[in-house]
Nanobody, 121 residues
């Protein structure tokens, strides 16, 4: 099992920045099995969407709506994944979730409880 705890959400004005953190914990075996960390978000009344992904070798990818504004990173020594969010706009308002994933077809997929990000205009 892997436990994920997000933090860093809050209320920010449009154009501002926030940094989300996702602290991961679990047995060495479970943690070593994780190949990807992802950030998702879910706005009220909308489906959950993937925002960013980082794999074990540090390769990243982003949703088109956040590319150039959001940056995902990982501190392996601290078992923490970050999402730096810049130039926020009201459309970024959502609950943001951290996800740890072994990979396709593995069934190993863990979620945090989510953290609310609200961007005021």
């Amino acid at each position: 099992q892997v436990q994920l705890v997000e933090s860093g959400g809050g209320l920010v004005q449009a154009g501002g920045s926030l940094r989300l953190s996702c602290a991961a914990s679990g047995s060495t075996f479970s943690m070593d099995a994780i190949n990807y960390y992802r950030w998702y978000r879910q706005a009220l009344g909308k489906q959950r969407e993937k925002v960013a992904i980082i794999n074990k070798d540090g390769t990243t990818d982003y949703a088109g709506s956040v590319k150039g504004r959001f940056t995902i990173s990982r501190d392996s020594a601290k078992n923490t994944v970050y999402l730096q969010m810049d130039r926020l706009n009201p459309e970024d308002t959502a609950v943001y979730y951290c996800n740890a994933w072994r990979g396709p077809g593995t069934g190993l997929d863990y979620w945090g409880q989510g953290t609310q990000v609200t961007v005021s205009s």
